[in-house]
T-cell receptor, first 114, second 115 residues
Framework: AQSVTQLGSHVSVSEGALVLLRCNYS??????LFWYVQYPNQGLQLLLK??????LVKGINGFEAEFKKSETSFHLTKPSAHMSDAAEYFC????????????FGSGTRLSIRP | DSGVTQTPKHLITATGQRVTLRCSPR?????VYWYQQSLDQGLQFLIQ???????AKGNILERFSAQQFPDLHSELNLSSLELGDSALYFC??????????????FGPGTRLLVL
């Protein structure tokens, strides 16, 4: 069965610092991986997705993620945090065997300190 | 704005009641998905409809049902409501039948509170 694990339910960084949100996946077949962001009182917005092309995926708002098969990881990074990045971030997986449904991680709340 | 609309935004009701949540997908999208987000269960897939037919089923309770109409909008019906059904219900849509590479676009959600 597929699953994702997000390490750290809450991450706090200073404005301008590196953002690193961790995600590890479990899948018996090649996965398709996603990062979604949820701003307060809003729906989920797709940040980026990995679909077996380039292992380094660039998304919106300066975020990027690297697919590392050997580590079964898909960590999300941003070189310099901005106050507007404060939100909840969800890592998610889809595979060919259950292509329709997205399996979400438990989420990581990102706080930005001035 | 994803282009997916959901109504109502908020819903307050009592235990034992029945409610209907509505979703309109992005223009041209054929699939609609329903998800439940609660504090204890996180984000869970409930059900998918593709072009009017049920396509995939997740952790949907028997008290819940959904349908997709010819104009492709969808409704999620929740009946015999319990306190534990209080959650944020999201609708998402995608362009086709839900292949692995397809992106799902999420609506703003309906917040349900059962008292």
């Amino acid at each position: 069965a597929q699953s994702v694990t997000q390490l750290g339910s809450h991450v706090s960084v200073s404005e301008g610092a590196l953002v690193l949100l961790r995600c590890n996946y479990s899948s018996s077949v090649p996965p398709y991986l996603f990062w979604y962001v949820q701003y307060p009182n809003q729906g989920l917005q797709l940040l980026l997705k990995y679909t077996s092309a380039a292992t380094l995926v660039k998304g919106i708002n300066g975020f990027e993620a690297e697919f590392k098969k050997s580590e079964t990881s898909f960590h999300l990074t941003k070189p310099s945090a901005h106050m507007s990045d404060a939100a909840e971030y969800f890592c998610a997986v889809k595979t060919g065997s259950s292509a329709s449904k997205i399996i979400f991680g438990s989420g990581t709340r990102l706080s930005i300190r001035p | 704005d994803s282009g997916v609309t959901q109504t109502p935004k908020h819903l307050i009701t009592a235990t034992g009641q029945r409610v209907t949540l509505r979703c309109s997908p992005r223009s041209g999208d054929l699939s609609v998905y329903w998800y439940q987000q609660s504090l204890d269960q996180g984000l869970q897939f409930l059900i998918q409809y593709y072009n009017g037919e049920e396509r995939a089923k997740g952790n949907i309770l028997e008290r819940f049902s959904a349908q997709q109409f010819p104009d492709l909008h969808s409704e999620l019906n929740l009946s015999s409501l319990e306190l534990g059904d209080s959650a944020l219900y999201f609708c998402a849509s995608s362009v086709a039948s839900g292949g692995a590479q397809e992106t799902q676009y999420f609506g703003p959600g309906t917040r349900l509170l059962v008292l």
